[in-house]
C-alpha cells in the first residue's frame, strides 16, 4: 500500500532549478580590412570561417598607401578583385592578401584550420629599399597562385 500523504508532498514541492552558468562570450578581434582603394572590404571574403587570427592586425600592418607601388600593384592586379596589399609596420615587408573566392589553398577540401588565409610576403632588405622593377616582377609571380573564377 502506498502513502499517499508522502506522494502528495512529493508533486508540491518547488523544483529548484540550478542557475544555468554562461559561458564567456569571446569576441573577435575587431579588424578593418581596406583594400588598396581605401575602401573597407569584409573579413569574411578573406578569412576562412571569417575568423581573424591572433595577431593580424600586428603582423599584417597596415594597408599600402605609397602611390608608386599602389600603382605598380594595379598593373598586376586589378582593382575590382580586391586583392589586398599590406605592408608591416616595422619592416620592409609586404604583403599580399587573396580573397578566399580567388585562393588555390583555402577551403574544407585541405582541412584549413579557421582563420587561414592565403597570403604571400615580399620582402626587402633595408626601409626604403623597394625597387619597382623587382617589386612588379614579385607581383607577377604571386598571380600564379590566383584562381580567377571569373575570367
Known amino acids: 500500500m502506498v502513502d499517499t500523504k ?3 508532498l512529493k508533486k508540491e514541492e518547488p523544483k529548484v532549478e540550478e542557475p544555468k552558468v554562461e559561458e564567456p562570450k569571446v569576441e573577435k578581434p575587431k579588424v578593418i ?14 578569412f576562412y570561417k571569417d575568423l581573424v587570427p591572433a595577431g593580424f592586425k600586428g603582423t599584417c600592418g597596415n594597408p ?22 599590406y605592408k608591416q609596420s616595422d619592416k620592409e615587408v609586404y604583403i599580399v592578401i587573396i580573397p578566399i573566392e580567388y585562393s588555390t589553398s583555402i577551403g574544407d577540401f585541405n582541412d584549413s584550420v579557421e582563420g587561414d588565409f592565403q597570403k604571400h610576403a615580399i620582402s626587402f632588405l633595408n626601409e626604403g629599399s623597394v625597387n619597382i622593377d623587382t617589386m612588379k616582377q614579385k607581383l607577377e609571380r604571386i598571380n ?6 571569373d575570367r
Open 144 to 149: 600564379k597562385f590566383v584562381n580567377y573564377s
Open 33 to 46: 580590412l581596406k583594400n588598396v582603394l581605401g575602401k573597407e572590404v569584409p573579413t569574411a571574403k578573406y
Open 6 to 8: 508522502v506522494e502528495e
Open 64 to 85: 599600402v598607401d605609397r602611390e608608386d607601388l599602389v600603382e605598380v600593384f594595379h598593373k598586376v592586379f586589378k582593382p575590382k578583385d580586391n586583392i589586398l596589399f
